[in-house]
């Protein structure tokens, strides 16, 4: 139990496009989700806090403009990169936590999804 | 803020052991987790240490020491799999169980 998936695993768009990445927790409720960025031999970087039904926290730094979040079931969190720029190319991981039960304690991780603006 | 540490690199042979340190200052601790990362894919889970001592999993052990601030990981009988990034994750205080990574180290099994 406690998987997560992503879609798309990967995607190639133009600069001043949109795209939007789908997680999804498949066997359980998650009642907070985290998204996170990671560019090569770095580590992630958290941006922000998903709770469903309420706005997303964002992460000092990040544009909540930008990076939209949505948060509307317990099984389901989107992130949508606005306008796209090359220097948004990156790794993006989501995870999601369950609060009770099994594993409480844990964030179980995403694929990831692989961005190149060109 | 949150400061985690950990080495770079470390690189080690086939069926030998290796320890992956790890420091941490947090404003407020409530765990500390180990994940393995191979290149393009997320992160898996290892291990969870909330209390002092040794937590036991196959042939990766994970210690905490809270009130140094300090883990470690100890890979055992190394294969050739576990050529990997290990990161060290601390969650603060808080309620909202956020995870702050180290820059993770980059593990390499030479036969």
């Known amino acids: 139990g406690a998987v997560v998936s992503q879609h798309p695993s990967w995607v190639i768009c133009k600069s001043g496009t949109s795209v939007k990445i789908e997680c999804r927790s498949l066997d359980f409720q998650a009642t907070t989700m985290f998204w996170y960025r990671q560019f090569p031999k770095q580590s992630l970087m958290l941006m922000a806090t998903s709770n469903e039904g309420s706005k997303a926290t964002y992460e000092q730094g990040v544009e909540k403009d930008k990076f939209l979040i949505n948060h509307a079931s317990l099984t389901l969190s989107t992130l949508t990169v606005t306008s796209a720029h090359p220097e948004d190319s990156s790794f993006y991981i989501c995870?999601?936590?369950?609060?009770?039960?099994?594993?409480?304690?844990?964030?179980?991780f995403g694929p990831g999804t692989r961005l190149t603006v060109l | 803020g949150q400061n985690i540490d950990q080495p770079t690199e470390m690189t080690a042979t086939e069926g030998a052991i290796v320890q992956i340190n790890c420091t941490y200052q947090t404003s407020g601790f409530n765990g500390l987790f180990w994940y393995q990362q191979h290149a393009g894919e997320a992160p898996t889970f290892l291990s969870y240490?909330?209390?002092?001592g040794l937590e036991e999993k196959g042939r990766f052990s994970s210690f905490l020491s809270r009130s140094k601030g300090y883990s470690y990981l100890l890979l055992k009988e190394l294969q050739m799999k576990d050529s990997a990034s290990y990161l060290c994750?601390?969650?603060?205080?808080?309620?909202?169980?956020?995870?702050?990574f180290g820059a993770g180290t980059t593990v390499t099994v030479r036969a």
């Open positions: 994750a601390v969650r603060g205080g808080s309620n909202d169980y956020k995870l702050s």
């Open positions: 240490n909330v209390l002092d």
């Open positions: 995870s999601a936590s369950r609060l009770a039960g099994p594993s409480y304690n844990e964030q179980f």
